[in-house]
């Protein structure tokens, strides 16, 4: 018998029967018609995701994390100043990945739990009348804390600032599961993955770049040779890759995308904020809080629960892998211990959803912690019972 459950981790996420289908191919020359007629629907596809007008997509086979690196090099030059606010492991992350390349950053120290700080970053950017900040870095989800931060404020605040640094979003755990609007947020570059809301295996970081980012790239120093964007855009002109291109994982792309727009992207993140708005009933039932320190900046697709004093978020990650078989997040960095997160997001049900609950319950119950047992569930259910739309006929 298969021991195998969904996983609610925060990424990589569940992969649907179809995607990893589609993956699985036999081996296709990447310099023939056949691979651009592939590609082309993918490239396509991510462009309606992320909602660009202009500019152009690149995918590379790497991870959310090359994508950093990959936005970075093509774009500045060693010295040049970014500015970054720090509330969690993956902002810092990509801090420390712009330090080591060398760039100065100007960090505004925030609290973990909270998100984007709107006041801090408009009075950096307004005191800098020599505009010699070149990026602002914004994580849109911060997955170590489930928080979310609003894009669309950080650009209304670069505008109001007259501010002509680029806007780079890391959206490798909210694109494709919460709504994204790269034109209308005036991105520059935005980051994401191949393994959390597209439901893929891990290997394909997905960028979207303005025209602006693009031309960036006339005048940045940063060395790169494997990640240049350039090489990328004329072989793409003429159909192909400068290298080998992970080619199951862009059939699977195409695919995963055909998945989000049946059931319609709107629908899609509908279906995440229910799930999520179903965990944190959940958890204010155990007597808990998320850890994001107010309601607007909850995420829909990862909540970090804050632990009872007393109590250790990692124990419970190693007992529900350890007896139960499913998967939940630990705590990352100064939140080690003091949360476990649970990830809802790609292919995820509200039926699915509950399993995850429920297990999290028994290990609660297991470890001694102050909970009833099916005091979370029945206050996802009582959620889900009220709000989950009838399956459409023509579902599969
Ligand atoms: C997962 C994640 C990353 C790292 O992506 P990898 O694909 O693991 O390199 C970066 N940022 C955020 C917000 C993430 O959730």
Known sequence: MSTQNPVF???????????RKACDMPTLDHRSPAFARLFRPAVEGVRRVLRMEEGEIIVIPSTGTGGWEAAI?????????????RFGMFSHRWIDLCQRHKLD???????????????????????????HIKAVLATHNETATGVKSDIAGI???????????????????????????????????????????????????????SPKAIMAMETARLPRTYFDFKDMLAAYARGGYPYTPAVGLIAGLAHSIDLLESEGLEAVYARHHRLAEGVRRAVFAWGMTPYAASAELYSDTVTAVKVPEGCDGTALVQLAASKYGMAFGVGLGEVAGKVFRIGHLGMLTEAMMLS???????????????????????AAQEYYRGTVPALAQAAE
């Open 73 to 85: 090099t093509n774009t500045l030059s060693p010295g040049d100043t970014v500015l970054a606010a």
């Open 105 to 131: 950053v100007e960090i505004i120290e925030t609290p973990w739990g909270e998100g984007a700080p709107l006041a801090a970053l408009a009075r950096v950017l307004r005191a800098d009348k020599t505009g």
């Open 155 to 209: 650009r209304a605040v670069l505008d109001a600032a007259a501010h002509p640094a680029m806007l780079f979003v890391d959206g490798v755990s909210s694109i494709g599961s919460m709504p994204f609007d790269f034109a209308g947020w005036g991105v520059d570059i935005a980051v994401a993955g191949s393994q959390k809301g597209f439901m893929l295996p891990a290997g394909l970081a997905i960028l979207g770049l």
């Open 9 to 19: 981790i925060p990424g990589p996420t569940n992969i649907p029967d179809s995607v």
């Open 356 to 378: 995850g609950l429920s297990v999290a319950e028994m290990c609660m119950a297991d470890l001694g912690w102050p909970v009833r047992l099916g005091s979370g569930v029945a």
